[in-house]
């Protein structure tokens, strides 16, 4: 099931309580039974924190996914919980239509938007007549716990938002929700970061700070938790998600998909064949993956070319574990081997299930689409962007191969490249035209502006930073790392070190490479609102990643802060990505 | 652009044709000839695709087909004539269309013009 977040470095507990406490008051409100309607967007976070058996309890007889059919009921309570966002509102008012054109008696309706209202959707309602006749309430999940060191506002499209439409309304929830932390953590004292919409946030938050009353500012508590935030754009980082994840966590989200700390399996992956249970075939189970499995804590992080051995030796000792039976002889032993039972059939258990999923992930790392792939990403990161690349990208499109794929590889061309010469571009989109349709022309466009794949204005910069950041990192040992590059097998993640020079507070040492990235560079302190300058009492780093992180970023700064002694990283970001996640959320869809 | 992308939804094809024309001359006004080309080539292939339509058998389709899309049917339709002149008169690379044809040769699983190829 979900994370216990038992061993979290601060009290993530907490904050799911009182959101979980917050959703179920809203409930008892409507009194007797009633049926929940869900912004299918919500069912991955609300799962994190609340389970159905709970909703049963508080008088949820059914939950529906919100959809543009009209919602047949006999429950005189119906409660949304959506996302503010207008065409959402626009369906919840033709149910509530439909409904008044039906027999009555009335309905009661309560309109939850997560995590808060917004005008616009007041103006929905308003121009839809329905404005007085709804319950509107707010529910403040922000910050989703995905695991212990995880935190996620689970928001789509943010990236879109603020790198390709400049809306930064999105903004505004980062900061609401980074303010939440300080009421519950106190507040923090450094924030450093690097772009435009850190630098947005960050001001945010030091207004919404010096803006609390007396006495929230009060209530605030004493000694800092969190001692720094990372702020940390996309864009000042676009290659790291462009390149293909080799950390298994981050495999796993490349081949299969994880939502919301859950991936969804073949039936064939999780069954167990000596078991009498069965699962349905062809339906896919879905199956969390957090630290609550210890095999999993133990290798998500891992280079994904050392799982094998990794696996292995777990295999082994699992079995000597399951021997000890036979040597156990006393009343006493036996009772103490019982109690083990349990552990060791757990591990088993998710043993045969990470076999499998390794197995199947290797059937795509070692075909040879995907290691010539690689091979032309890692000599882009490695000498930059060459024209045997450029013919590469050519031939992938001739191919026809998996339109993300190509264009992440051709975004990736660009951006190591500063842009890409005149002639060769116009080729470039040309073919791509040609082979996908002439409809890419408004994707293409999109990834224009948003500065991934574009026309070449001046030199690159990529060796420059590649040197002065030290990114790319000879040797890498996988099985044995001594650096973060060992996630990209010698591509240290740009971001990264970014966040490993913040968090050392030596901004300074890279003052060259930092002016040569987009976007403001913010180093600010802030000061306790109570002014008695108190110590602060924990360690603790957050890295917050504005427009998403992706898994091998998460990995890189869980094994950093493994490796030094008192550091606490907990990180957080608006979504979980990867390359083709990011990409496809910049796809235009015409009909 | 906006004005593009709406006549790219539209269902009545002489009105894509047009659109495309029109924008067509909007980019070579603007001098922006890669753009101009490539809407001009646009609005040619939709026409080429509504007589290979006209002369198809029941069920193949045509409009709105990408050029790889095209020229992979006509491969798979045995008018390799025809899929080769697509090809001269947009300027698809020879590689490309190697690919094209040997994958749709390989689909037929026509071995034989898969040899001479």
């Known amino acids: ?591 | 652009y906006e004005f593009l992308r709406g006549g790219c939804n539209s269902e009545d094809p002489q009105e894509r044709q047009d659109v495309l024309m029109r924008a067509s001359e909007f980019f070579k006004d603007m001098k922006d000839e890669w753009a101009q080309k490539i809407t001009k080539d646009q609005a040619t292939l939709l026409r080429v695709q509504a007589e290979l339509e006209k002369g198809a058998a029941r069920g193949e389709e045509f409009y709105g087909l990408s050029i790889a899309q095209t020229i992979t049917n006509l491969v798979l339709s045995n008018q390799h004539k025809k899929a080769a002149r697509i090809a001269s008169e947009f300027d698809v690379p020879d590689k490309q269309f190697w690919w094209l044809k040997l994958k749709a040769l390989a689909q037929l699983r026509d071995w034989d013009s898969l040899d001479k190829f």
């Not at chain 1, 804590?297 to 082994?316: C, H, K, Q, V, W």
């Not at chain 1, 061309?413 to 040609?434: D, M, P, T, W, Y």
């Not at chain 1, 409809?439 to 910069?461: D, H, P, W, Y």
């Not at chain 1, 990235?517 to 300058?533: F, V």
């Open chain 1, 1 to 591: 099931g979900v994370s216990n977040l038992a061993n979290s470095v601060i009290n993530l507990t907490a904050l799911r309580e009182a959101t979980r406490t917050e959703l179920i008051n809203l409930l008892d409100q409507l009194q007797g039974k009633k049926v929940l309607v869900l912004d299918p967007a919500l069912t991955g976070p609300l799962g994190l924190i609340i389970e159905v058996a709970t909703l049963k309890e508080h008088g949820v007889e059914r939950i529906c996914p919100l959809t543009p059919e009209p919602l047949v009921t006999d429950c005189r309570n119906v409660m949304y919980i959506l996302r503010p966002r207008a065409p959402l509102v626009r369906m919840v008012a033709d149910h509530v239509h439909a409904h008044e054109a039906g027999p009555p008696p009335g309905k009661e309706y309560s309109l939850v938007f997560v995590p808060r209202r917004t005008f616009v959707c007041d103006q929905v309602l308003e121009a839809e007549g329905i404005w007085g006749s709804l319950k509107l309430q707010e529910l403040h999940l922000d910050l989703v716990p995905l695991d212990e060191d995880v935190l996620s506002l689970e928001v789509e499209g943010v990236f879109r938002d603020c790198f390709l439409d400049g809306d930064y309304s999105a903004l505004h929830g980062v900061a609401r929700a980074l303010m939440k932390l300080q009421n519950v953590f106190g507040v923090i004292p450094n924030i450093r970061g690097k772009g435009n919409c850190s630098r947005i946030v960050a001001n945010m938050l030091m207004r919404m700070r010096r803006e609390l009353s007396a006495e929230a500012a009060a209530a605030l508590p004493q000694a800092p938790e969190i001692d720094s935030l990372i702020l940390i754009d996309r864009d000042v980082d676009l290659v790291t998600p462009l390149l293909s994840q080799l950390t298994y966590e981050g495999l796993i989200d490349e081949t299969l998909g994880i939502k919301c700390g859950y991936v969804d399996l073949d039936p064939e992956i999780v069954a167990d064949p000596k078991a009498q249970q069965q699962h349905v075939p062809g339906k896919r189970v879905k199956t969390p993956l957090n630290s609550n499995d210890r095999l999993y804590a133990e290798i998500r992080d891992a280079n994904f070319s050392t799982l094998g051995p990794l696996l292995n030796r777990r295999a082994r000792e699992l079995d000597e574990g399951f021997k000890e039976r036979h040597a156990a002889q006393t009343v006493s032993e036996i009772r103490d081997f019982m109690r083990k039972l349990g552990g060791l059939q757990a591990e088993h258990n998710s043993l045969r299930i990470h076999t499998n999923v390794a197995e199947r992930i290797s059937q795509t790392t070692r075909s040879a689409a995907f290691l010539r792939r690689l091979e032309a990403e890692q000599s882009m990161v490695a000498a930059g962007a060459s024209s045997t690349s450029f013919e590469f990208i050519e031939e992938c499109i001739h191919r026809g191969e998996p339109l993300l794929r190509v264009l992440r590889l051709a975004c990736l061309f660009s951006v190591i490249n500063g842009g890409i010469k005149s002639a060769q571009f116009r080729q470039l989109k040309r073919e791509l035209l040609h082979t996908y349709g002439f409809e890419l022309l408004f994707t293409l466009a999109n990834l224009e502006r948003a500065g991934l794949l574009r026309k070449q204005e001046g030199s690159s910069n990529w060796s420059k930073l590649q040197k002065q950041l030290n990114l790319v990192v000879e040797d890498v040992d996988e099985a044995n790392p001594q650096d973060i590059a060992y996630v990209f097998s010698g591509y240290a993640p740009l971001s990264v070190r970014l966040a490993q020079q913040a968090i050392k507070g030596k901004w300074r040492n890279i003052d060259e490479a930092l002016r040569a990235l987009p976007g403001a560079t913010i180093d600010e302190t802030q000061a306790d609102p109570r002014g008695d300058g108190s110590v602060p009492k924990g360690s603790v780093k957050l890295v917050f990643f504005i427009g998403g992180a992706t898994f091998a970023e998460v990995s890189a700064l869980r094994w950093w802060a493994k490796q030094e002694d008192g550091l606490d990283v907990v990180i957080g970001t608006t979504k979980l990505i990867n390359g083709d996640s990011l990409i496809d959320s910049l796809v235009e869809r015409v009909e």
